[in-house]
């Protein structure tokens, strides 16, 4: 598959857009360079169902937190739920925290907005596939 696309995003993912889907990509690098890098995506399929995890798990995430959670936890669709040492909800092991309701609301709106940049270049790439 043809790469169309690839935008950075700020929570530490790409949007890459191929000649027919899209995805998000995640890379973690560990703490130093013994540790391989843990590749991780989200399908166009997958965004949806993806942000409502992350809205779940953030709400389990205060919830925990008001009792006074001090553990690490696997929420919904692999991700990390963490107290303490890089706290937050993550979307992929440690990888970009979130601990503020701000936050989530930037994440998922910059979510969204990839998922509506993406659909836009597919749509028009089958526009001038058709010409």
């Given at each position: 598959?043809?790469?169309?696309?690839?935008?950075?995003?700020?929570?530490?993912?790409?949007?890459?857009?191929?000649?027919?889907?899209?995805?998000?990509?995640?890379?973690?690098?560990?703490?130093?360079?013994?540790?391989?890098?843990?590749?991780?995506?989200?399908?166009?399929?997958?965004?949806?169902?993806?942000?409502?995890q992350l809205?779940?798990?953030?709400?389990?995430?205060?919830?925990?937190?008001?009792?006074?959670?001090?553990?690490?936890?696997?929420?919904?669709?692999?991700?990390?739920?963490?107290?303490?040492?890089?706290?937050?909800?993550?979307?992929?092991?440690?990888?970009?925290?979130?601990?503020?309701?701000?936050?989530?609301?930037?994440?998922?709106?910059?979510?969204?907005?990839?998922?509506?940049?993406?659909?836009q270049l597919?749509?028009?790439?089958?526009?001038?596939?058709?010409?």
């Amino acid at each position: 598959m043809k790469v169309i696309y690839e935008e950075p995003l700020k929570c530490k993912g790409k949007l890459v857009v191929l000649e027919n889907r899209w995805y998000l990509s995640f890379e973690e690098q560990g703490p130093d360079n013994r540790y391989k890098k843990r590749p991780f995506q989200v399908l166009d399929k997958e965004i949806e169902e993806f942000c409502e995890q992350l809205q779940k798990n953030f709400t389990y995430y205060e919830e925990q937190k008001q009792k006074g959670c001090s553990s690490i936890i696997k929420g919904e669709g692999g991700q990390w739920i963490r107290f303490g040492i890089r706290e937050g909800v993550c979307l992929f092991y440690q990888s970009y925290p979130i601990k503020s309701r701000k936050k989530l609301e930037e994440t998922l709106l910059e979510l969204q907005m990839a998922k509506e940049k993406a659909e836009q270049l597919l749509n028009k790439e089958k526009e001038e596939t058709l010409l």
